[in-house]
Every structure is written in structure tokens, then in C-alpha cells.
């Protein structure tokens, strides 16, 4: 079982970039496929992104190409969100997920962070 810790949350004007962080704990990291998901108020939560277990296959949700970027750090058991060019409409909840594959749907990811508030805004 893995514990996850989202952190680098906040308040960004547009046009800003953030770097979330997710720190992981118990289990081993390795073995884990490693999501970000994100949830707005009042909306179903969405996926970000996702990276495979050695760091070589990542997925992204197709809005999000080219301003998104997983990445992860297997010693340190960290992974990553870097986010630039940020828009309004990505300011959600973010949460960071560990599971067996690179899919879409939160469905398949078995252990979930508290997740971190990021408000784009001006």
C-alpha cells in the first residue's frame, strides 16, 4: 500500500506556471504507474497525465498537450506536474494517483493523494 502527499498548490495569475509535487510513502514506488487528475467544483474529476513506472511512456489529456508536463523521480519516490501557460479554466483540485496502468479513467488507479487547490486568476 502507498500513501501519497500532494503539495505546490496555490495562486497563479494567467499565463503563470506551477509545479506540483507528490511524495510517496510505503509500497514500492517503482512498481507504480503514477496519475494527475484534477477536479473543478461541481465537475467530475478528469485526467491529467500519466507516467509509467521506469518514466519512459507518459499519456496526457489531449486539452492538455504541450502545457503539461509528468515527470517522476523513482529514488527520491516523487512525481511530478510541471504546468505552464496556465488558463482560468485550470483552476481544480489536483490530485496525485498511483495504479496499475497509463489509462484515463480513474476508475483503474488504486491509492489517491488529498489533493492540492490550484486557482488561476487574475
Known amino acids: 500500500q502507498v500513501q501519497l502527499v500532494e503539495s505546490g498548490g496555490g495562486f497563479v495569475q494567467p499565463g503563470g506556471s506551477l509545479r506540483l509535487s507528490c511524495a510517496a510513502s510505503?509500497?514500492?514506488?517503482?512498481?507504480?504507474?503514477m496519475g494527475w487528475f484534477r477536479q473543478a467544483p461541481g465537475q467530475e474529476r478528469e485526467f491529467v497525465a500519466a507516467i509509467s513506472r521506469r518514466g519512459l511512456s507518459t499519456n496526457y489529456a489531449d486539452s492538455l498537450k504541450g502545457r503539461f508536463t509528468i515527470s517522476r523521480d523513482n529514488a527520491k519516490k516523487m512525481v511530478y506536474l510541471q504546468m505552464n501557460s496556465l488558463k482560468p479554466e485550470d483552476t481544480a483540485v489536483y490530485y496525485c494517483?498511483?495504479?496499475?496502468?497509463?489509462?484515463?479513467?480513474?476508475?483503474?488507479?488504486?491509492?489517491w493523494g488529498q489533493g492540492t487547490q490550484v486557482t488561476v486568476s487574475s
Open positions: 494517483a498511483a495504479g496499475p496502468t497509463l489509462r484515463k479513467e480513474y476508475a483503474f488507479y488504486d491509492y
Open positions: 510505503g509500497g514500492t514506488f517503482s512498481s507504480y504507474y
